[in-house]
Nanobody, 120 residues
Framework: QVQLVESGGGLVQPGGSLRLSCAAS????????MAWYRQAPGKERELVAR???????NYADSVKGRFTISRDNAENTVYLQMNSLKPEDTAVYYC??????????????WGQGTPVTVSS
């Protein structure tokens, strides 16, 4: 089994910053891409940022220049540094990982989500 645990969410004022972390653990042989998604109330889940095992990144247009995704392959951890936060960034943030397990089975795993609220 593979588990992903997010942390770092919370309440922040507009213009503030937060750093989300997501640690993967369990029967992991390798991790391919990792990504952050978010889902705001009444809206569909959307991709925020993605990073490959070779550190290639891509971002949603709405967060380019404000958010930075990074990963520590040795620790099986992905981060999302969020700066210049806006009220429209309010959502539950989920991390996901494309994992190959020790039994050579490949699949997508999701964390439980961490809420981010941007409000004054």
């Amino acid at each position: 089994q593979v588990q992903l645990v997010e942390s770092g969410g919370g309440l922040v004022q507009p213009g503030g910053s937060l750093r989300l972390s997501c640690a993967a653990s369990g029967s992991i042989f390798s991790i391919n891409a990792m990504a952050w998604y978010r889902q705001a109330p009444g809206k569909e889940r959307e991709l925020v940022a993605r990073i490959t095992d070779l550190q290639r990144t891509n971002y949603a247009d709405s967060v380019k220049g404000r958010f930075t995704i990074s990963r520590d392959n040795a620790e099986n951890t992905v981060y999302l540094q969020m700066n210049s936060l806006k009220p429209e960034d309010t959502a539950v943030y989920y991390c996901t990982a494309d994992v190959t397990t020790n039994w050579q089975i490949r699949g997508d795993y999701w964390g439980q989500g961490t809420p981010v609220t941007v409000s004054s």
